[in-house]
């Protein structure tokens, strides 16, 4: 049977922290990429109340525009939608959350990201899940998307902290490639 | 996970010329899950949503499904609902664009498809970010039939798929 969903690399922070986890090197024989991630960092990121901070996510270094639109919902609030964008090297795009020192030990956050026709002449339209669960004190699900007007394969993927925070020890994320033949 | 035998491409497809609806017809009902996964832009009809239907030997184009919806344009979150429809609407709030430059990315999940005692529930994340109708959306639907579904029609609402747009099948074996 074909290999077609593959673990491209595995990151898993260590006990320094690291402050980003980046996916470099990516071949272009696939048609779609996945990004599963579990993340927590290691100061309060942007926020402190509630303890969760966006992620930030770079396509090959640097260059293109980005476009972000996001749909939220915090404990007992109406979920939000949120829009942003800039140019590459910016800090307007967002993927992902990660839980702040705050939160209470052990917590992560979970999520996500869907790359269809990554190697696609046109631009890409990224999609994305997450999810932060901290006992009922502070919890936050996120839809987003995003769009890059790069036009060139995705080669390489960085994923950060919004806030410039590390992220912590066993913080994890996981690359696949998906195959359509 | 057992890479390799989950996520199994049944068919596929880039689309050569500008098309008004695509099929999957004789989805087999080996899997557990189905995913399809649609990349490209409109042909026509900037801001039409995209609708689905399915079926057993033919779709079915009876008044047998609906659709709960929210989703974001970064201004203003919205949700809706859709019952007695005659079709799945895995966008309402997102149009598609006609703009090479402002592509659609949607993943749709048919969750336990080949059952003969369950209707079908079905899951989609729609995002596009240009032209009239911006946003990322996320929606349930049901198909409110225990047939096991092999045959499945997506097309967009009163407009046509531009050439390019890939449109693929994957099933996800639990075992």
């Known amino acids: ?181 | 996970m057992a890479a390799g035998s989950t996520y199994t491409p049944i068919a596929t497809t880039t689309l050569g010329t500008t098309t008004s609806s695509y099929t999957f017809s004789s989805i087999p009902s080996t899997y557990t899950d189905l995913v399809l996964v649609l990349y490209g832009y409109g042909a026509s009809s900037d801001g039409s949503s995209i609708i689905c239907r399915v079926g057993n030997g033919s779709t079915d184009t009876g008044n047998n499904y609906s659709t709960t919806r929210m989703g974001g344009n970064g201004s203003a979150s919205s949700y809706g609902r859709y019952t007695s429809a005659a079709f799945m609407r895995f966008a309402a709030l997102t149009g598609q664009s006609t703009s090479s430059s402002n592509p659609t990315s949607l993943v749709v999940n048919f969750m336990d498809y080949a059952s003969t005692t369950a209707k079908k529930t079905v899951l989609n994340q729609i995002s596009q970010l240009g032209g009239s109708y911006p946003g990322t959306e996320l929606n349930a639907n049901l198909w409110s039939s225990t047939s096991a579904i092999n045959t499945i029609e997506i097309y967009p609402y009163l407009a046509s798929f531009a050439a390019g747009t890939v449109i693929t099948l994957y099933g996800i074996a639990a075992a």
Do not use: H
């Open chain 1, 1 to 181: 049977m074909a290999n077609t969903y593959t673990l491209i690399q595995s990151i898993t922070v260590g006990s320094g922290g690291a402050a980003n986890m980046t996916f470099s090197s990516i071949p272009s024989t696939y048609t779609d990429l996945k990004i599963v991630g579990s993340t927590r960092i290691v100061g309060n990121g942007e926020g402190s109340n509630p303890p969760i901070s966006r992620g930030e996510i770079t396509f090959n270094g640097s260059g293109g525009t980005y476009s972000v639109c996001m749909m939220y919902g915090l404990p007992n609030q109406s979920p939000t939608t949120n829009s942003a964008g800039g140019s590459g090297g910016s800090r307007s795009f967002y993927a992902g959350s990660s839980v702040g020192n705050l939160a209470a030990a052990s917590i992560f956050s979970n999520f996500e990201i869907y790359i269809p026709s990554y190697t696609s002449s046109l631009a890409k339209v990224i999609l994305i899940n997450d999810v932060t669960e901290n006992f009922e004190v502070a919890t936050t699900e996120d839809i987003c998307a995003i769009s890059w007007s790069g036009t060139s394969a995705i080669t390489s993927i960085k994923l950060n902290d919004y806030g410039n925070s590390n992220y912590a020890q066993y913080s994890t994320a996981s690359l696949y490639g998906i195959k359509n033949s």
